[in-house]
């Protein structure tokens, strides 16, 4: 499930514009990546509850972290 997810980011596009005349800037995003990030929030939360995480416990939570800083 994990590959899966990474697999899906792989080719979300994200877009970096500036913001009105500040010198900084915004994330623009399409609308799919915010469905895409909170199905594989529940998911992941999912996965860290589980009691058969163990050998994957390190990967997970790396990319809760991931998945939580993009939120």
Known sequence: ALNKMEEEWSTVMFEVMPYKETGTYILKSPDEASQ????????TQSMVFSPYKKPFE???????SKLKMTQ
């Open 36 to 43: 895409l990030l909170d199905d594989h929030i529940v998911m």
């Open 58 to 64: 390190e990967r997970i939570n790396k990319w809760e």
